[in-house]
């Protein structure tokens, strides 16, 4: 079955960033509602997308409105209220219910938290946490046929906010699709292409939802080379460095790993990079750490992250502090995550530091786990014509 990419949102301040800045005018609605004309849906397009070309999807409904038509995921209740079908391809439209409570004590934990103020760890924490979270891919087949998956977008209906905060579109989806208000709602929307001959009267439409793994943090250690030793547990006898062993706990297995520091280093990267000519510097310096764990598991599974963020790119003479904020440059680490030197065993994994303007003597680091709560939740269901 065909697999589509949802886009990320900003869930933490549970707002959307229109794509277009001028609206068309509304459709003429020749003897229809506004909401089934605002409700047309054009292959290849968003919930907010005004460039409508060719002709509408044919509009197949899936499941009702009625609270016995929602289907238990986990602690969410989920349903499809209609899959759009034409000659490019089909559209697949998910409603996920979220209960009132779930956002209420959401909100009012993070409610006096800056968002850009946020630590990458932080982010994550607002994003597992969130009721209206969860990603997720999707997977279609309609009448055995499977599709591929394009692109996914998403909107968010929060009780809670302020109606000048909330967008028509979303109104549209909560009055087209039936949906109380005395909950929240996550609106998703998935383009698939055909792969083969076009379904346009499917009878069976088999869906499966594929939550993408969650990073949660493990533990955090720093490293120091300022004092001339990054090994805050010393030397042995011997006079040879003591490697150090970290352990970690898988949070959903409980599982223990040991990570262990093999080694620690200033390094620099060679050269200038950015945009040729650019009057901007980037930062060069890192820290580079060698380690294994035991048991073994795959580094798609457990990473060693830097705790803190890149310099950013400043004006070439600046001071070292005198990063410009107006510059909205990300400074991206170039080095490998895993580069595997020559000679080292293909045990041995390597992690470097976010980069700076100077030496980095000192690094906090944090080992993070990348892990799969939900199981794939599969939807059948017997698709019935308009006539």
Known sequence: MGNVQLEREDICVMRRQKGFSEKAERPAMTGRTEVECL?????????????????????????GAAEGDMLAWGNRKVRIPAVYVGQEGAVLDLCICVSLPDISEYMEKWKDREYQNLSDEELEQVENESPFGGHFDV?????EARLKGTFGCGTVWNPLLPDRDRDPETETLMEAYGCSREYGWVFHRNCFEWDRT???KPGKLECVLVPRKQSVTAAHFVTDLSDGTWDVSGKMGDGKKQERKIQLVHPVSGDTYILTI???EAGQREGDWGDPG????????YQEITYTVEPDIAPEELTVQDCEREDQPRRKGAGDNDADPSILVSSTVLVPMYAMEGGKSPNVRSAYSSLRFGPVDR???????????????QIQADLVHCP
Request: with cysteine; proline share 7%.
């Open 39 to 63: 409700m047309e849906v054009y292959f290849g397009t968003n919930f907010w997308d005004d460039r409508k070309t060719g002709a509408p999807l044919d509009k197949v409904p899936v499941h």
């Open 278 to 285: 650019s009057d901007l510097e980037y930062p060069s310096h």
């Open 198 to 200: 076009p379904v346009l």
């Open 139 to 143: 997977l279609l087949s309609l009448d």
């Open 363 to 377: 690094a906090e680091w944090r080992a993070v786990f990348h892990i799969k709560k939900e199981k794939d939740f």
């Open 262 to 264: 093999l080694s620690c």
